[in-house]
């Protein structure tokens, strides 16, 4: 927050301003100080914000032409492809938009990890970014259930089933979530429903993690505080703005890439054969973005066991504020946790790969590894390396010159670990 | 500004290639090596051949449409841009060459009357059901998404279509069942359907079993993607804007970023000092260290 008190310079504004401060609020959007070392990691935020909003609005479109129905959304879905105006633009960008948001916030996760952003004061942001990741999938799973294609309908089929698995109430769990006693027309209407619900909740989740973020400010990629509204900052308008709009521009090239020249292929080929209760594919397989979870869930050879470590492999991810005890926040100065951070990540795209794979044979057992493995990391290695790691000496700032130029700063941890003991942490 | 951006390619790519890892480690899974030919409308530029398709609707109407519906084709399809690409009259006159079931009329009546360009394709079958009855229980699939329903895509059509062979003698096959070298599980309940002149084409191309089974297949990407040419047009020309603004914002972005902050001369020299401390007190009395 700026700390100088804002007036506004006309009477009127000052006057609608001391009623609802939305000039206020818009000059601390605009002065908002953030850390100048920010790199292009950091610009997801931007992004996923924009990939919000054009699954709003694409969405809204959609929702004009789509009937849901069990005889009628197949249909409906063919008549927005070929009959509605730009209907296969409309949807092929709200389809692939999908992929691409999980895209951008699997980056932002993964920063978050990597720079510790998710370490005291954050650990609000954090939460509330991660209850948004859970709404998103929650989304993201109805969304794909809508064009009422086979994965449609078997992948629905799968994951309302799970619940079943929940003792004495299971059943009656699953038969309320169906509406029914199969998946079925009453299902695709509830699911259309929330379909169209969750993205606002979303949207106001988004204005919460925001405004969270705003209290303490932007972490960095040395992690250590900055001294607010000195040289080590600047105004989010326009240094940041004009940055964000570059990134956001290179990914929608990518976006849009997939949207003219592939738009199917992040799909699955059966979802364009009519849902058909009687004919079961050969292999059910979700979106790619839920592949690690589906992964998680058919490794656990007990099907509550899989069910349980499948929404607790989500929900550690809530405590991790807890679970990390090391001070230092940047993986950066963290030379073991950075080894295991790259090793979560591969763990976890190893675990996407697997869950597109029958549960059999080496990738069951390479499962049940990657699973553990997982587990492991958060809940033993976490807090092990908070207590014995030994970290890098940290910059005194982020204006420190040996931040500057590659090379410098391995040449500056040296000479510092060398000099342990001893009042090295920067060379003023 | 562009070490970050370099920085941040190089961590991108970094991952990518550790997401592709799996993928080649374990992709032991035979590969199905589908048979090859050039398709006119792959690529960014790629767009349909206007006499393959009108040719492939021909193979269409006279080989498939006994058992094959094509429900969310139109016959207006047929003659819009981007498609066959047939006349108005052509149309009108393919349309009325079908009985189209309409009504009630004023006496509560269903009545027939022929096609208009305003219908639907009319399917061989009323339903599902009568479809897989007179079919000796095997559903033939609707085709109006077809291409886009099947891994492989048009490449699996067409060498489904050329991939009929004798059984392996150890190869168990029911009666009516056939042996097909693309089908998932090699059998196939449809019966080889084209072979070589089993149509013949007006415009004197050689109706060979691979030219019809390139017709068709185009026929039916067409049918699954009807504006795909626009698509690609499209996809294009933004592609190109897009790169072109992202040049003059790029440019915009250092020229604001350049307001800010330090030059390069007062980074240089702050290197040079840092440079200088690090080397004279390397080794030495660490007291002195300031």
Not at chain 1, 59 to 83: C, K, Q, T, W
Not at chain 1, 261 to 267: C, E, K, M, T, W
Not at chain 2, 229 to 248: A, C, D, N, P, W
């Amino acid at each position: 927050m700026s700390e100088t008190k804002y007036i506004p310079k006309s009477k009127l504004a000052q006057w609608f301003d001391s009623r609802l401060p939305l000039l206020t609020l818009s000059h601390h959007l605009k002065e908002y100080p953030t850390p100048k070392n920010l790199n292009y990691w950091w610009t997801f935020g931007g992004i996923l914000t924009f990939c919000l909003i054009t699954q709003i609005v694409t969405g809204l479109v959609l929702a004009m032409h789509y009937v849901a129905h069990v005889d009628h959304a197949f249909e409906s879905i063919e008549h927005i492809m070929r009959n509605v105006n730009y209907g296969w633009l409309i949807r092929y960008v709200h389809a692939n938009g999908a992929s691409m948001f999980f895209l951008a916030v699997y980056i932002h996760i993964f920063r978050s990890l990597f720079y510790g952003s998710y370490k005291s004061p954050r650990e609000v942001i954090w939460i509330i970014g991660l209850l948004i990741y859970i709404l998103m999938m929650a989304t993201a799973f109805m969304g794909y259930v809508l064009p009422w294609g086979q994965m449609s309908f078997w992948g629905a089929t799968v994951i309302t089933n799970l619940f079943s698995a929940i003792p004495l109430v299971g059943e009656s769990i699953t038969t309320w979530l169906w509406g029914g006693y199969s998946v079925a027309n009453p299902t695709l209407n509830r699911f259309y429903s929330l379909h169209y619900l969750l993205p606002f909740l979303i949207f106001g989740l988004v204005v919460l993690h925001i405004w969270a973020l705003h209290v303490p400010g932007n972490n960095n990629p040395v992690g250590i505080d900055v001294k607010k509204n000195s040289n080590e900052t600047m105004p989010f308008h326009p240094y940041m703005v004009m940055k964000d709009i570059f990134a956001l521009l290179l990914f929608i090239t990518i976006f849009l890439w997939f949207v003219f020249f592939a738009p199917n292929v992040l799909g699955h080929p059966d979802n364009y054969i009519e849902a058909n209760p009687l004919v079961t594919p050969a292999h059910i397989v979700p979106e790619w973005y839920l592949l690690p979870f589906y992964a998680i869930l058919r490794a656990i050879p007990s099907k509550l066991g899989g069910v349980i470590f499948m929404f607790a492999a989500i929900f550690i991810l809530m405590l991790l504020p807890w679970l990390d005890t090391c001070k230092v926040r940047s993986a950066n100065f963290r030379p073991i946790y950075k080894k295991f951070f790259w090793i979560l990540v591969f763990v976890v795209i190893l675990l996407g790969y697997l869950g597109a794979k029958p549960p059999e044979g080496i990738y069951l057992t390479l499962s049940r590894l990657a699973t553990a493995y997982y587990f492991i990391h958060f809940l033993i290695l976490l807090p092990f390396l908070g207590r014995y790691e030994k970290t890098d000496p940290l910059p005194n700032s982020i204006s420190d010159p040996v931040l500057d130029k590659p090379g410098m700063l391995d040449k500056f941890k040296k000479a510092a670990a060398k000099y342990e003991g001893e009042n090295v942490s920067s060379f003023k | 500004m562009l070490v970050h951006l370099n920085k941040f390619i190089n961590r991108f790519f970094i991952i990518f290639l550790i997401s592709t890892i799996p993928f080649s480690v374990f992709s032991e899974e035979k590969k199905i090596n589908f048979v090859k030919t050039h398709w006119s409308f792959e690529g960014i530029f790629g767009t349909f051949d206007r006499s393959s398709l009108q040719r492939g609707y021909q193979v269409y109407k006279e080989v498939c449409a006994g058992c094959h519906s094509v429900q969310h084709l139109s016959y207006r399809n047929l003659a819009e841009k981007g498609g066959p690409e047939f006349s108005i009259e052509e149309a009108k006159a393919i349309a009325a060459q079908f009985e189209v079931e309409d009504g009630p009329n004023n006496d509560g009546e269903m009545f027939l009357r022929p096609g208009k360009l305003s219908d639907k394709f009319v399917k061989p079958y009323s339903n599902v059901q009568a479809s897989t009855a007179a079919n000796d229980g095997a559903y033939p699939p609707d085709m109006s998404v077809l291409a886009k329903a099947r891994a492989g895509g048009a490449n699996y059509i067409y060498s489904l279509l050329l991939g009929y062979e004798e059984a392996p003698a150890d190869f168990e096959l029911d009666d009516g069942v056939y042996y097909n070298k693309y089908m998932p599980g090699n059998k196939i309940k449809m019966s080889e359907p084209i072979s070589d002149g089993i149509v013949e084409y007006s415009d004197g191309t050689d109706a060979t079993k691979e030219q019809i089974a390139k017709d068709v297949t185009n026929f039916l990407v067409w049918a699954s993607e009807p504006h795909l040419e626009s698509q690609h047009r499209m996809g294009f020309k933004t592609i190109v804007y897009l790169i072109i603004l992202i040049i003059f914002v790029y440019m915009s972005k250092q020229k604001v970023w350049s307001r800010f902050g330090s030059t390069e001369e007062d980074k240089e020299e702050a290197f040079d000092k840092v440079e200088k401390v690090v080397t004279k007190y390397e080794g030495e009395d660490p007291n002195t260290f300031r």
